[in-house]
């Protein structure tokens, strides 16, 4: 597996202000100068938060532990007390899918949004000998294969999405997560909610695994099968990160406006212009997210599976918890360089940054950590590329700023060859369909170029 160029950034001078703002000293480097945390949780937004991490080590002294281990146990160690934060997709459950007690912390808590991304669908394909990279899936397909209702490359509504490509008589792997994740929590609510003929499970963070399919652990679990040369055949649902992590492609899946998308920073972040966001501060899910009008927008520049992933911050010092308000004061400095600096890096990494608006909530909920401070925070300080100074909290930059989709992106007889996410090459026509190039590239694919030359044939 090729990793993406890592990009550290040095803390600027914004971050000192803002470490100042959350009440917390801006100290010089040393280890000394902060309690060590630690946090558990998801895997769809790992890659980001070790990236932070790193930074936050090597340029201001934090030691910030995480173990991507799911979602749901990350939520369940959070209940424990075992750790300081967590992180997760999907907020706590009072009717776990499997039967098991609601999940109920015993001490205050609060969910801070972190980063927004796309759930994309890694494959590795080939035709001829020849590397698949412009795959295109409907929703109503998508379904299909990972309830094992279809199990060849070659079924005529796979052939029917991809009319440019001859598809292969070569059975489909799905490869699903073994383990309770966000991931599958937000795929399988969008099956739901949208093939709910094909999809009768509701939300599972559970994946049940097709007769023909696989399971493993972890997005690192999902995406490493697929990406070996035993994968050929396969497909998995995983962040768009870890593709362009891998050097492999990703579906471009039909919108409801019938445009095939590809979840680059500037999909998702217009497909989160219709996101609803829990704006009562007095509710205990106040900030997370119902999506129905993002998987049905109309804006053909959409990537229907997207949505925020959350921190989850303690709001009260309870023993025997682990977490102390000494704790808090890291935890506030680290979830302030999350919100604004460690922004600029999401769309490398292969996620979208937070809009304006969830940034200032997120600030307001920095206040209530133990140990973090409580002062306002100026938004023309945040390095963040989704605003700048002056803008109104419900601009967006990058959905401002988002192109449209090219004409061989609509669904018809056209099909573009641009290739996706970690594998930018052309996959030549083969099919009765006839080609087009996207304009532009993937967004991640400069930082992927290198992982994607080293990818299979």
Request: proline share 8%.
């Amino acid at each position: 597996m090729s990793p993406l160029k890592r990009r550290p950034t040095r803390l600027v001078a914004a971050f000192g202000a803002l470490l100042l703002a959350v009440g917390v000293a801006a100290t010089p480097a040393s280890a000394a100068t902060w309690e060590v945390i630690t946090g558990t949780g998801s895997t769809w937004s790992q890659n980001a938060l070790d990236q932070w991490r790193t930074n936050v080590a090597s340029n201001y002294g934090m030691t910030v532990n995480y173990s991507g281990v799911g979602s749901s146990a990350g939520r369940r160690d959070f209940i424990a007390g075992t750790i300081d934060y967590a992180v997760s997709e999907i907020p706590f459950q009072s009717s776990p899918e499997d039967g098991s007690a609601p999940e109920v912390p015993p001490r205050g808590y609060a969910y801070m949004p972190i980063v927004a991304g796309g759930t994309a669908f890694m494959y590795h394909l080939n035709i001829g000998g020849k590397r698949v990279t412009n795959l295109r899936l409907s929703g109503a397909t998508i379904t299909r294969i990972f309830t094992g209702a279809i199990t060849n490359w070659n079924d005529p509504a796979i052939q029917a999405d991809n009319p440019g490509l001859a598809m292969p008589d070569k059975a489909i792997v799905p490869v699903v997560r073994s383990d309770g994740s966000g991931s599958s929590a937000q795929f399988s609510l969008w099956m739901s909610k949208q093939h709910s003929d094909a999809w009768t499970a509701g939300m599972r963070s559970q994946f049940p695994t097709p007769a023909n399919g696989k399971a493993q652990s972890g997005s690192s679990g999902v995406a490493g099968y697929v990406s070996q040369g035993y994968g050929e055949g396969a497909i998995t649902y995983v962040e768009y990160s870890y593709a362009l992590e891998s050097g492999f492609p990703v579906a471009k899946v039909l919108n409801a406006a019938d445009y095939y998308v590809e979840p680059t920073s500037s999909s998702v972040a217009v497909a989160l212009l219709q996101a609803q966001i829990n704006n009562d501060a007095a509710s205990a899910d106040y900030l997370t997210q119902i999506l129905d009008g993002v998987y049905n927008s109309g804006d053909p520049r959409t990537y229907p599976l997207s949505s925020y992933s959350y921190m989850i911050v303690p709001t009260e010092v309870k023993p025997p918890a682990v977490f102390t308000e000494a704790k808090g004061a890291t935890l506030g400095a680290f979830a302030s360089y999350m919100l604004c600096e460690g922004q600029q890096q999401a769309a490398d990494l292969g996620y979208s940054p937070l809009p304006m608006n969830l940034v200032l909530a997120g600030f307001e909920q920095i206040k209530r950590i133990p140990g973090a401070g409580g002062a306002s925070v100026d938004p023309n300080a945040c390095n963040n590329p989704t605003f700048k100074p002056g803008d109104s909290p419900s601009n967006n930059q990058l959905a401002l700023t988002a192109p449209q989709p090219a004409d061989c992106d609509k669904r018809g007889p056209n099909q573009c060859t641009t290739g996706t996410a970690g594998a930018p090459q052309e996959t030549p026509v083969s099919g009765s369909g006839s080609g087009g190039s996207a304009t532009g590239g993937p967004e991640g694919a400069g930082a992927a170029a290198d992982a994607a030359a080293a990818g299979p044939a």
